[in-house]
């Protein structure tokens, strides 16, 4: 059996740190975070030297990888990120720190196909879709 997986990498420029600790202190697990300091030969300029080259969050909720680049651009087709499952009250506590700060598109509430929905970009611009299960 092949084992496939989708990983999510999210790009800033100057604000991983910040927006991977927020991610880490609403999803919980392990972040490890790497500089561009730390990389060997990477020459950066000075006020840089702290931005991240890769960090990497896992064993919470979900599983997200980071870094900082001058070259963070729009996508160019819009992506949300959907979490989805059926304990209610976690789903919703991780609705309500995501939009934090940010935009709530659409609150939490019971959809035509039965469960609870949601939508938000936070306060980094990441969009997100919450889906409670009926």
Wanted: aromatic share 10%.
């Amino acid at each position: 059996m092949n084992d496939v997986n989708l990983a999510v990498y999210l790009y800033f420029e100057g604000e991983c740190r910040e927006a991977m600790e927020f991610y880490k202190g609403i999803f919980g697990g392990e972040l490890s975070l790497q500089t561009y300091a730390e990389v060997p030969g990477m020459e950066t300029d000075a006020d840089k030297k702290d931005w991240i080259m890769h960090a990497n969050l896992t064993g919470g909720d979900v599983k997200l990888m980071a870094s900082d680049t001058e070259k963070a651009s729009p996508a160019a087709a819009k992506i949300d990120l959907s979490i989805g499952g059926s304990d209610d009250t976690r789903l919703r506590e991780i609705f309500g720190k995501l939009s934090a700060g940010g935009k709530v598109n659409s609150p939490l509430k019971k959809e035509f196909w039965g469960d609870i929905f949601g939508s938000l970009t936070d306060k980094y611009g990441v969009n997100w879709m919450v889906n409670i299960s009926a």
